[in-house]
């Protein structure tokens, strides 16, 4: 493995012991204790025995720093510099409907700025991780956006319920995470989507920026209502401009 900080290294550790516990309960769904949490939103045991182990594996090593997390919500310690934000499962309606595309996500944000972030598919057995100025990796091997200068030939991630009237090539997976990943790592030319919430998506921010990626301007003191665009350098006006009323 390239040379990683500590935290970093700590993020990693909780997301492989948390992947543990998903693995298992994705092969026994049905099996599973679940309440509705939204119109098509739900949460799952397996969410929750997930978030606990990262949150334990974190709160081990930085015990005074602060917690954003999609299922406990903000805690706030005596470090509120530092803030761990945490979605054990993005991507729980995949989860939930035996479809294996969904992933662990993990960010650390300091003095108000995305510095490090990890996301895991633990089906699949990838792993994105970035931390500031030290580049963008999946499965330790260095990534970069895709470098396509032709829009009409790229493909893009997008989400959400929103009619999107564009002629752009789309695809919904149903993880904002994994779609900002896939932009990094060049599998997607870019991302767009609407009403994200902040642990969606604060992990792929310092990711895809790591892998040479373009992301509008997003105050992260906001945790909710979030509107991403994220792409490749070389398309990024002209996804932009594709994009003007949505």
């Known amino acids: 493995m390239n040379s990683i900080s500590a935290n970093l290294n700590i993020m990693i550790k909780a997301s492989e012991k948390a992947s543990k516990i998903l693995i298992r309960d994705f092969g026994e769904i049905e099996k599973l204790q679940i309440s509705i949490k939204g119109p098509s939103d739900f949460v ?16 081990k090593n930085k015990k005074n720093y602060s917690i954003l997390s999609e299922e406990d919500g903000s805690k706030i310690n005596t470090d509120s510099k530092n803030v761990w934000i945490i ?8 989860f939930l409907h035996g479809v294996p595309h969904f992933a ?40 970069k956006v895709s470098k396509k200068k ?45 009403n994200l919430n902040l642990w969606d998506i604060a992990a792929g921010i310092i990711i895809v920026k790591e892998a040479g990626g373009t992301i509008n301007e997003i105050n992260l003191s906001e945790n909710n209502n979030i509107k991403i665009r994220a792409s490749s350098t070389a398309i990024n006006e002209k996804m932009l401009e594709k994009l003007t009323n949505f």
């Not at 025995?49 to 709160?59: G, N, Q, R, Y």
């Not at 990890?118 to 970035?130: Q, R, S, W």
Request: glycine share 8%.
């Open 104 to 143: 662990i996500s993990i960010a650390l944000k300091s003095d108000n700025e995305i510095v490090s972030g990890v996301i895991y598919d633990p089906i699949k057995d990838e792993m994105f991780y970035a931390e500031k100025n030290n580049g963008a990796f999946f499965n330790n091997q260095r990534i």
């Open 44 to 59: 799952s045991s397996a969410d929750t025995k997930a978030e606990k182990i990262i949150i334990s594996e974190l709160m």
């Open 87 to 94: 979605d054990p499962i993005d991507g729980t309606t995949n």
């Open 150 to 194: 032709d829009i009409q030939s790229c493909l893009f991630g997008t989400g959400g319920k929103e009619k999107i009237e564009t002629d752009l090539i789309t695809r919904k997976s149903g993880s904002a995470a994994l779609d900002m990943a896939y932009v990094a790592a060049g599998r997607y030319d870019g991302y767009f989507q609407n």
